[in-house]
């Protein structure tokens, strides 16, 4: 089990950037697969973004087509952080977003119910 501690959320207005951190309570080099999801009122928690070992020095990268281009997702094995850079926010982007994490490669990246370790969120609103 490990605990993931987000921060970096807050209000912008649409177009601006903000990068959100996920801390990690291990090493994020021993650390499978972890993903960002967001949930904003009145909708289910959607995939966002994930970071999966390729079984080498390398990690394949996934997105949620309303992001792709815009945010990216990174480590810092040293910092034990995971990266969220969001780029060009648009009001539909806010949501509150949440860090997850999985150690087994037979889970899908995509599905938040395929995640076992969750962080307590961190609100991210985009105002016109």
């Not at 289910?44 to 990690?59: H, P």
């Not at 999985?102 to 985009?126: F, I």
């Amino acid at each position: 089990q490990v605990q993931l501690v987000e921060s970096g959320g807050g209000l912008v207005q649409a177009g601006e950037s903000l990068r959100l951190s996920c801390v990690a309570s291990k090493s994020t080099f021993s650390i499978v697969q972890m993903g960002w999801f967001r949930q904003a009122p009145g909708k289910e928690r959607e995939f966002v973004a994930a970071s999966r070992w390729s079984g080498g020095r390398t990690y394949y990268t996934y997105y949620a087509d309303s992001v792709k281009g815009r945010f990216t997702i990174s480590r810092d094995n040293a910092k034990n952080t995971v990266f969220l850079q969001m780029n060009s926010l648009k009001p539909e982007d806010t949501a509150f977003y949440l860090c997850a994490a999985v150690d087994n490669l037979r889970r899908s990246p995509v599905e938040a119910t395929e995640y076992d370790d969750w962080g307590q969120g961190t609100q991210v609103t985009v105002s016109l």
